[in-house]
């Protein structure tokens, strides 16, 4: 039973799987003859990853992620036909490394496709990065080309739309994804040091219950998150995982309200005799 095998060897046969998806698509393609119209939809982006190779675990590497969506009709019959392409790791992200990609990952060339119908149409759909507009115009020129607006940007914009509209903090939204980034991460520190010494206040007066409760609900959610995240093994062991240990001293330190825009540490045993002490 595939629950009492090894890791490896139902990686095996993921790989299996896989691999024989994509002879099954590159045999649907090649089979694909006479067509009046073929309308090929690419998307793709960049994006820097921590990626597992060969059992050693990388800081940060670029990595491509690519999809593509062919429109085929002939007489009145419209088909779709979705092809999946392995993620690909990148060296950088210049367009002639894209380009590399792109054409390594095409189950048959972009001309061989065009050659199957009488009228061919490329619909890139990438983000507005100088790498990807150069690639995009670097395809125009193997084939007619249309730029059309990166889907998962525009699905980014509709969901912070939507936080704006209830209200709800984006600034953590926001964050969550800079923080993927260590050189966004140093940058960012350096900001919130400085916005922390100019709003921290130290108070030795005891918040409301409303505020106590508040903020004890603010924790528990990102509690939760955390531990969604974390391994099972570890939480059963009682180890305490990084992000849970500095969770721990969040609770610890900002025991104040967390709402307006002042942020608040409640000494209750007189810890920090002034400002300029809770900041070392």
């Keep these: 039973m595939l629950s009492r095998s090894s890791s490896s060897y139902v990686q ?3 790989n299996s799987v896989g691999e024989k998806y994509m ?8 089979e694909l003859r006479n067509l009046d119209v073929v309308v090929l939809e690419i998307a793709f982006d960049e994006t820097e990853e921590p990626i597992t190779i060969a059992g050693v675990r990388s800081q940060s590497t670029h990595v491509m992620a690519c999809h593509l969506r062919l429109f085929h009709r002939t007489g009145g019959a419209t088909a779709k036909i979705d092809i999946v392409i392995p993620t690909v790791l990148l ?7 894209l380009a590399a990609a792109v054409n390594r990952g095409l189950p048959l060339s972009l ?4 050659a199957r119908a009488r009228r061919f149409a490329l619909l890139v759909n990438t983000d507005s990065g100088a790498a990807c ?3 995009a115009r670097h395809l125009g020129t193997i084939v007619p ?7 998962m940007h525009l699905g980014c914009l509709a969901m912070t739309a939507i936080f704006a509209l209830a209200g709800f903090m984006s600034a953590i939204f ?3 994804l800079l923080l993927r980034r260590r050189r966004v991460q140093s940058v960012l520190r350096s900001a919130l040091k400085r916005y922390v010494g100019a709003h921290l206040k130290v108070t030795y007066e005891p918040p409301s219950k409303e505020d106590r409760e508040h903020a004890s609900a603010v924790w528990d959610i990102a509690y939760e998150m955390i531990v969604a995240r974390t391994d099972t093994s570890q939480l059963i062991e009682g180890r305490l995982t990084p992000r849970l240990a500095a969770l721990k001293r969040l609770r610890r330190n900002l025991r104040g309200p967390l709402r307006g825009t ?3 540490h409640y000494c209750p045993f007189g810890c920090h005799a002034s400002q300029e002490e809770a900041l070392l």
Excluded: F, Y
């Design 23 to 30: 002879v099954m698509q590159t045999q649907a393609l090649a």
């Design 12 to 14: 095996e046969i993921r």
């Design 174 to 176: 926001c964050a969550a």
């Design 91 to 97: 060296e950088s992200t210049t367009a002639e490394n």
């Design 111 to 114: 001309a061989n496709i065009q």
């Design 145 to 151: 080309a249309i730029s059309a607006p990166c889907k």
């Design 133 to 135: 507009l150069r690639l």
């Design 262 to 264: 002042d942020i608040v």
